[in-house]
């Protein structure tokens, strides 16, 4: 009978141990999907770039931000650390995948940004590479324009 009473203890405890430690991987896990903290954090890094929108891949790994400038930036989350980047179109690469929710992103200046990215919907992953075609004909059009001397 005591026995008995302290397997029904022990597995009581073991039970609660197990629904504990599943809501700290739930916690865990709702940190990395924080759009203001990706927000905070480039704002710190780049204090001259207004944010226009934002887009998170589906791990919340990577935050991929339009500016109002007509540029893009990105952030990487890194363990508890942040990689920042203001995005220089014309030095990345933009590959199409199987799935029309991913992306691969090749950064030649910058390999630790470099990945295959999920987006939780098509129109996303087509935004983020609009923005990264945009920031290129941003860029055209500045160096088209005639520079007024006076």
């Known amino acids: 009978m005591v026995l008995a009473i302290w397997a029904v203890i022990l597995a009581?405890?073991?039970?609660?141990?197990?629904?504990a430690t599943g809501f700290v991987r739930q916690s865990e896990?709702?940190?990395r999907f924080d759009a203001g903290l990706a927000v905070l954090e480039f704002a710190r890094a780049y204090p001259n770039e207004a944010i226009r929108n934002l887009v998170m891949t589906i791990d919340?790994?990577?935050?991929?931000?339009?500016l109002w400038t007509g540029g893009a930036g990105c952030m990487r989350r890194v363990s508890n650390r942040y990689l920042c980047s203001?995005?220089?179109?014309?030095?990345?690469?933009?590959?199409a995948?199987?799935?029309?929710?991913t992306l691969?992103?090749?950064?030649?200046?910058?390999?630790?940004?470099t990945g295959v990215f999920s987006f939780r919907s098509e129109k996303d992953a087509a935004e983020?590479?609009?923005?990264?075609?945009?920031?290129?004909?941003?860029?055209?059009?500045r160096d088209?324009?005639?520079?007024a001397t006076i």
Not at 12 to 19: I, R
């Open 12 to 19: 009581a405890a073991l039970g609660f141990f197990y629904w």
């Open 104 to 113: 691969s992103i090749e950064f030649h200046e910058h390999t630790a940004l």
């Open 60 to 66: 919340g790994d990577m935050v991929f931000l339009r």
């Open 128 to 141: 983020v590479s609009l923005w990264l075609l945009g920031s290129v004909a941003n860029r055209a059009d």
């Open 29 to 31: 896990a709702n940190e």
């Open 144 to 147: 088209l324009e005639p520079s």
């Open 97 to 101: 995948t199987a799935d029309p929710k």
């Open 86 to 95: 203001l995005i220089d179109a014309e030095r990345v690469t933009l590959s």
